[in-house]
């Protein structure tokens, strides 16, 4: 199997090999990669004809690229988030490893959605959230990486791959936490069902209200939020979708 690889990481490209081999045991024919269609090119075709296009970095990057394809396209966007994560610093003198504290979790998403938060109202579209564990390997450039104290990621690779999540819409991602949430609700109310940053709890109400999902409700002292009225207007009116 025969793997193009534009200007890819290692990631990018063992995800696309994945969802390949996958779709070529499945059926048997071979899947296309790096296809041209309509002035863009997509990571794969599989043999019914869907578009895979694996994105690690910010969701922004593909916005022209999704507006002009999901109308007449079934697309698969794939999201890798490291539940487990090596770090490697790579010296002069050798490498040094060790685990990263931190954790992803599913809602980690929210923070590339902002960017095109209403995506998931699409029929043809489905995200699919790849929870991995993985390597990045650190260089120091006193530069370039300010935010690291110097050292910045010359790469990320695939070590694991733990479980696949999908969603069709976003109440689908709503889903997972709506029920640990009060009838009237807050960005901090948000962010502790997440277990997550008041951050992504921001993010998590602006993507849901934008897609109709959670409404604003009123202030006390900060925007109260409810998802009942989003409900009742939703059941009532199915073709109001409002796309990217």
């Not at 063992?14 to 499945?26: M, N, S």
């Not at 599989?46 to 970095?57: A, F, K, V």
């Not at 043809?124 to 990621?153: P, T, Y």
Request: charge should be neutral; proline fraction near 3%.
């Amino acid at each position: 199997m025969v793997i193009g690889t534009l200007n890819e990481g290692s990631l990018h490209h063992e995800l696309k090999k994945h969802y390949a081999t996958k779709d070529t045991l499945k059926s048997g024919v071979a899947a296309r990669f790096e296809v041209p269609l309509e002035g863009f090119v997509v990571d794969i075709v599989l043999s019914d004809h869907r578009i895979i296009e694996i994105q690690t970095g910010c969701f922004g990057a593909m916005k022209r690229k999704m507006q002009r394809l999901l109308d007449n396209h079934q697309m698969n966007l794939v999201y890798p988030i490291a539940v487990n994560r090596r770090l490697i610093r790579v010296t002069e003198t050798g490498e040094v490893s060790r685990r990263s504290p931190k954790h992803g979790s599913p809602y980690d998403v929210f923070s590339e959605l902002v960017y095109i938060p209403t995506v998931l109202d699409h029929p043809n579209l489905q995200l699919d959230l790849v929870m991995i564990e993985d390597e990045q390997r650190l260089v120091f450039d006193g530069k370039k990486g300010r935010r690291r104290k110097g050292w910045v990621v010359a790469s990320r690779c695939l070590d694991k791959i733990l479980e696949t999540m999908s969603f069709n819409s976003m109440s689908d991602l709503f889903d997972l936490f709506k029920e640990a949430l009060p009838e009237e609700f807050t960005t901090a109310d948000l962010a502790q069902v997440m277990s997550s940053r008041r951050t992504v709890g921001q993010q998590a109400a602006y993507c849901l209200r934008a897609a109709g999902v959670i409404e604003i409700t009123g202030k006390h002292g900060c925007l109260l939020y409810t998802s009942d009225a989003a409900d009742e207007r939703s059941s009532v009116d199915l073709g109001g979708r409002r796309i990217i």
